[in-house]
């Protein structure tokens, strides 16, 4: 079980398109994965996915964490995940983009040597997921009709729309969303902490006619009670993604009565074991989950699926990062549905089920312990 090598790349992820939403635009994913190899040559493989203007952190940044972190674990036992872990939070405050690739790698290996794919390690059961499909802040209307279109041409039966443009001009492009994909699909609007109270009150308010299934952080990370009082005032959902990093933090927006819905993301709160205790938090306070992603490869799409096909509370799928990606340099792993572009399909195999083909990868080496 003793870690021999631990193995560092740093791998940028172009985008087919630039993608916008409230806090900026962007046109690749600046992402690191991280192999961990024990005795034996059993590996995992783990991916983070730094977003600076939501997370704060960038990928020179996890990388430099990565390295030191890297180079004490050779000789550790990598089954002590809850230790090791540990270990890395008295080391760094946050850097949870860099915890989740080593997290995830670490539960890799976990399950390859128990010979179960981990959603069954975990306790869970296969049952059909279904992730929705974002669109990004466009400038027309006309521009975000044709990304409807698409949605519904490629089978997806939820859409995800960002907004937090100013004044009222989301309220046109969510009513042509609607028009496109009809009543039987579902909305869901998501503004990334652009409105204050009153905007978003109003918004909502002229939104409400639309069937939207919730609203996803309409205010700043910090104003707790203000999504509390939200969710008084209107009858759209509120969901919460950006407040709630870890379990601190989930504990904070349960008792404060602030969410209906907590968006759980695996580099948001470092990885799969504290998605876990996250999740089990809102469960026990009737608070329903949703898996969520930033710019991840299928690698960490694959984590976060697993995760999800877990634990039953976990409703709301948003895995769809790596539609946009030029470049898919993973093997096996999730796996979207030719025949309805909203159904995930997750591997039997043992671990993750997931690999990276290093081929497709080459000269990205950062370091090697």
Request: some cysteine; aromatic content about 8%.
């Amino acid at each position: 079980m003793r870690i021999e090598r631990v193995a560092i790349f740093a791998v940028d992820i172009p985008f087919t398109h630039q993608v916008a939403i409230s806090k900026g635009a962007r046109s690749a994913a600046s992402n690191i994965f991280v192999k961990i190899e024990i005795q034996g040559g059993v590996y995992g493989w783990g991916e983070g996915s730094p977003y600076p203007s939501l997370t704060g952190e960038t990928q020179a940044g996890c990388l430099a964490a990565a390295r030191t972190f890297a180079s004490s674990l050779i000789g550790r036992d990598a089954t002590e995940i809850d230790a090791l872990l540990n270990e890395f939070q008295q080391m760094f405050r946050g850097h949870a983009s860099t915890r989740c690739a080593f997290d995830i790698a670490l539960y890799d290996i976990l399950g390859k040597l128990a010979q179960m794919p981990l959603f069954r390690l975990f306790g869970g059961q296969r049952r059909e997921l279904r992730t929705d499909y974002t669109i990004g802040i466009l400038s027309s209307v006309e521009e975000t009709t044709a990304e409807a279109q698409l949605a519904v041409q490629q089978g997806f039966e939820t859409v995800k729309l960002k907004t937090g443009r100013k004044g009222f001009e989301d309220v046109s492009h969510v009513q042509a969303v609607r028009k496109i994909i009809g009543e039987s699909r579902k909305l869901r609007i998501d503004s990334n902490q652009a409105w204050n109270h009153s905007a978003a009150c109003r918004n909502i308010q002229e939104m409400g006619n639309q069937d939207l299934e919730f609203c996803e952080q309409p205010l700043p990370y910090w104003d707790v009670e203000g999504h509390a009082q939200l969710r008084r005032q209107l009858t759209v959902p509120i969901a919460l993604d950006e407040s709630v990093f870890d379990i601190h933090e989930a504990l904070v927006v349960v008792n404060a009565r602030a969410a209906d819905v907590i968006n759980i993301k695996l580099g948001k709160c470092g990885g799969i074991h504290h998605a876990l205790k996250i999740e089990t938090i809102a469960s026990a306070s009737n608070v329903i989950c949703m898996v969520g992603c930033f710019g991840e490869t299928r690698l960490g799409l694959t984590a976060a699926a697993h995760f999800a096909m877990a634990r039953p509370n976990v409703r709301y799928i948003d895995l769809d990062s790596s539609l946009i990606h030029s470049l898919d340099p993973v093997k096996g792993g999730m796996e979207f549905d030719q025949s309805s572009g909203g159904i995930l399909h997750l591997p039997d195999a043992p671990g993750l089920g997931a690999s990276i083909d290093e081929t497709k990868i080459q000269n990205t080496l950062i370091a090697e312990y």
